[in-house]
């Protein structure tokens, strides 16, 4: 029986097109964030901790899907910048939590504009966009890990 090789092809990848837009749109997203001195990572990790003010690291990792050996880094680069700080918790001193401080808050007036120049960048209509997201989110929430 001679073998199929089809599934072999690129066009018939699920994760190519997937991996091509992330790298793609992230590459958008450069030189909006070199103003602000962040890296996407950064600037995701930020995100978070404009809207929670305090996250522990281990949640922090899981709603970034990011692993302690990144996220570490990336915490300690944030928190050189002045924009975080890392304490152990007085609860349970194995959690580390991460805080925002003044100085991050303070950087998201300027990282407002972000979101708005990449709208000019992707060019979905805001249905189109809603679709995508959902879609992208049901494929994160079924992947078996």
Not at 18 to 33: D, F, G, I, T
Not at 63 to 82: M, Q, R, W
Request: glycine residues 2%; charged residues 35%; negative net charge.
């Amino acid at each position: 029986m001679e073998k199929d090789y089809s599934a072999l092809k690129l066009e018939n990848q699920l994760c190519f097109p997937l991996y091509a837009c992330s790298k793609e749109v992230v590459k958008k997203y450069k030189p909006y964030l070199d103003e602000l001195d962040l890296t996407y990572t950064q600037y995701i990790t930020m995100m978070v901790l404009w809207d929670k003010k305090t996250v522990n690291v281990k949640e922090l990792g899981e709603e970034l899907y990011l692993d302690s050996g990144t996220l570490t880094p990336l915490l300690k680069k944030l928190e050189s910048k002045g924009y975080i700080v890392r304490e152990r918790s007085k609860n349970d001193e194995r959690n580390v939590l991460v805080s925002i401080t003044e100085k991050g808050d303070a950087l998201k007036d300027e990282a407002i504009e972000v979101p708005y120049k990449m709208v000019q960048c992707v060019h979905l209509t805001k249905e189109e966009a809603q679709e995508l997201y959902r879609l992208l989110h049901k494929l994160l929430d079924t992947v078996d890990d």
